[in-house]
């Protein structure tokens, strides 16, 4: 199994561009699909993002058209590309893997866990 690493958070203005980056240990990156969960303060953790094996992706209605996910599997890493940030997406985020190989927002389908970045979004 994968073990998952996230980096890139931080805190920036309304509006700013972060680049949030899941690097990947392990064997046969390029099976697994993996997802982008938040959470934010006195929040449930919700799915937000998800890309296939084939680059298929998947996002929540929230951050579509602002946030982008992509990956390398040749680096054993996906990013997440989240512009026009607004103060509803602070949050710590979370790269997954799943149980069974599809695309979920669901927090039940979920395998494995990084331990999350923190990402502020404030003026």
């Known amino acids: 199994q994968l073990q998952l690493v996230e980096s890139g958070g931080g805190l920036v203005q309304p509006g700013e561009s972060l680049r949030l980056s899941c690097a990947a240990s392990?064997?046969?990156?390029?099976?697994?699909?993996i997802g982008w969960f938040r959470q934010a303060p006195g929040k449930e953790r919700e799915g937000v993002s998800c890309?296939?094996?084939?680059?298929?992706?998947m996002y929540v209605d929230s951050v579509k058209g602002r946030f982008t996910i992509s990956r390398s599997n040749a680096k054993n890493t996906v990013y997440l590309q989240m512009n026009s940030l607004k103060p509803e997406d602070t949050a710590v985020y979370y790269c997954?893997?799943?149980?069974?190989?599809?695309?979920?927002?669901?927090?039940?389908?979920?395998?494995?866990w990084g331990q999350g970045t923190q990402v502020t979004v404030s003026s």
């Open positions: 997954a893997t799943f149980r069974v190989p599809t695309c979920s927002m669901v927090i039940n389908d979920v395998h494995t």
């Open positions: 392990g064997s046969s990156f390029n099976r697994y699909y």
């Open positions: 890309i296939s094996t084939y680059s298929s992706t």
